[in-house]
């Protein structure tokens, strides 16, 4: 699957918003990647409304990310189910940018690191930006287990089926 074949159907403040956080992270250290809404937009799901641009890294390079966007660190929301060492907003890009670093998920009584164990490269007009491999991601929607990540689970199985 190329990006190319619908780059085009991509709303105009995600593809803009998409290629500033790909340049801003061409001098991170660590992995990094774009999952959620966004990330299911790269895959070709263009049809779903996406709020904002997930990315999560290391925090060292959460921190460095968040200052190219002229973001900034902010107190973790704490949803209940999830929890992260740097959280961080850059609210002044063409979409809301939040970025996590240590991301973890409620499972029960128990914490769990959010991973990915792949990583895939995909562009916007020759910037490069990572997202997981599909099945990565519906790990961890399955893991989030909310409502709207088993719905978001249907829709990426069918489009890898």
């Known amino acids: 699957m190329s990006l190319d ?3 085009s159907d991509l709303p105009q403040d995600l593809q803009d918003g998409l290629i500033a956080v790909g340049e801003a992270a061409r001098d991170l250290r660590e992995p990094w990647w774009i999952f959620g ?21 290391a ?4 921190r460095a990310l968040l200052a190219a ?6 107190a973790d929301p704490g949803e209940g189910l999830f929890r992260s060492a740097v959280f961080g907003r850059a ?28 990583r895939r490269r995909v562009f916007i007009d020759d910037v490069p930006l990572f997202v997981p491999d599909i099945r990565d991601h519906i790990a961890l929607y399955r893991l989030f287990g909310r409502p709207k990540d088993l719905a978001r689970v249907e829709r990426l199985e069918r489009l890898i089926a």
């Not at 925090?59 to 959460?62: K, Q």
């Open 37 to 57: 809404g966004a990330a299911m937009a790269l895959y070709g799901l263009t049809d779903l409304h996406v709020p904002d641009i997930d990315v999560l890294c």
């Open 91 to 118: 609210p002044d890009q063409p979409i809301l940018v939040e970025v996590m670093a240590d991301l973890e998920t409620r499972d029960g009584a128990e914490w769990r690191p959010v991973v990915f164990t792949s």
């Open 59 to 62: 925090p060292r390079d959460a």
């Open 5 to 7: 074949d619908f780059q």
């Open 69 to 74: 966007l002229d973001g900034q660190v902010v």
